[in-house]
């Protein structure tokens, strides 16, 4: 079902340019849960694009949403899903505090029905753009469930599942978590994940299901990835060292930095990030 939001056009003197038609998708999952995605129909002969938001926050984010402009605005046909985390037709951020039932198995699914919706709408490629933790789970749904339709993967702050605190904190809790599983304890209790310090509340499986993804697995990713990966980072971004940024070069990443931007590209780096994103989509164009 599609309800039509807005038309977006660009003014110039004596004309008036339509470059996208907004309108939000809702459907129902395989899980019985409805999801809401944006969808902007866009130039056939280009690639379609399905971008990602980040941890806990939807495709309004401003970081996606300003990708989405600039995407829609280049012609390409553009979708951005927001994940429902296990809220029906979620529309708004989830507090790091609310309890999350949903694994990181469940999010893949969602993401898997949304590439095949977008595939079976568009006859050209499809290329994938993630944000921050979209961009992981982007990676992880390509490394289990690849579809030819797919072409190319653009990440942008790429990390692995728990590269944002203390190594020391990430091996203790996965300890605890694991002893949990084995003892049948499933009750909900506070972990520390990406930016949620010590307030993130899950069952231990939950927890898990995230932590499998740990940096390993993600450099394993990109070597054996099935399409060519773009990785886009911030010179600036604080969450990451010159270590992380190696380890993605050694494992065969094409990896750009641009200079002085932050894990979210804001302020005059928003404009330097769209057209990094824009100039590798259009490579793909016939």
């Known amino acids: 079902?599609?309800?039509?939001?807005?038309?977006?056009?660009?003014?110039?003197?004596?004309?008036?340019?339509?470059?996208a038609h907004a309108e939000v998708v809702r459907a129902e999952l395989?899980?019985?849960?409805?999801?809401?995605?944006?969808?902007?129909?866009g130039e056939k002969h280009r690639p379609a694009v399905l971008v990602l938001h980040g941890f806990l926050t939807t495709r309004n984010f401003n970081t996606v949403l300003s990708l989405v402009d600039a995407l829609a605005e280049n012609g390409n046909t553009v979708l951005a899903p927001t994940l429902t985390l296990g809220i029906n037709a979620r529309q708004s951020g989830l507090a790091c505090d609310a309890i999350h039932l949903q694994t990181m198995k469940q999010d893949l699914d969602e993401v898997d029905f949304w590439v095949k919706w977008l595939a079976a709408r568009h006859p050209g490629p499809v290329v994938l753009v993630g944000h921050s933790y979209g961009s992981l789970e982007l990676l992880a749904w390509l490394a289990t469930r690849p579809d030819p339709r797919v072409r190319m993967l653009i990440t942008t702050s790429l990390s692995y599942a728990d590269g944002f605190n203390p190594p020391a904190v990430v091996k203790r809790q996965v300890a605890e978590a694991r002893r949990a599983v084995r003892e049948g304890d499933d009750r909900p209790r506070r972990f520390t994940l990406s930016y949620c310090k010590g307030n993130f509340v899950s069952p231990p499986r939950i927890y898990l299901s995230y932590l499998r993804w740990n940096a390993a697995r993600v450099l394993q990713a990109l070597r054996e990835a099935p399409v060519p990966v773009e990785v886009i980072m911030g010179g600036n971004d604080r969450r990451f060292d010159h270590r992380w940024l190696d380890a993605l070069r050694q494992a065969g990443a094409r990896l750009e930095v641009i200079e002085g931007a932050s894990h979210f590209f804001d302020a005059e780096h928003e404009f330097d990030l769209n057209d990094a994103v824009i100039e590798r989509v259009d490579r793909l164009d016939p």
């Not at 395989?30 to 129909?41: F, H, I, M, N, Q």
């Open 1 to 19: 079902m599609f309800r039509p939001l807005q038309l977006i056009c660009l003014l110039l003197p004596g004309f008036l340019i339509p470059v």
């Open 30 to 41: 395989p899980s019985g849960l409805t999801a809401e995605a944006e969808y902007r129909p």
